[in-house]
């Protein structure tokens, strides 16, 4: 009877696992031991200091200032603001004014009568 108590006994030490502390699977893979109890507990405290001082006092008014946001502009499809429509009259005289003055007979002395179209006969080879 005696064996059998001394063999139970020694099968239990052998068997029972020694104590550590759980791990702490992080989202990169790395494995720490978890804070004990005590260290969660300051770190609250302390991040609760942190947030307390910092939100104490806003530096600067958000929402009650409403004339800090800058007024509407209209804009075109890819973002650019809409032109006045001073701009616009002004753009259009400019671009008729110069779609009457490129309609006159323009003559370059480089091109000797040369449109740049290939013909064969004119060729000469």
Known sequence: MKSIIFFVATITAVLAAPYYP??????????APVETPEVQH?????????AERAHGVAPVAVYAAPHAYGYHVPVIHNGVPVD????????????????????AAHYDTYSYG????????????
């Open 114 to 125: 040369d449109d740049g179209s290939y013909k064969p006969d004119q060729n000469g080879y």
């Open 42 to 50: 300051e770190k609250a405290k302390h991040f609760a200091a942190h």
């Open 84 to 103: 006045t429509p001073e701009v616009q009259h002004a753009r259009a005289a400019h671009f008729a004014a110069l779609a009457k003055a490129g309609g």
């Open 22 to 31: 759980a791990l702490q699977v992080y989202s990169n893979g790395a494995v």
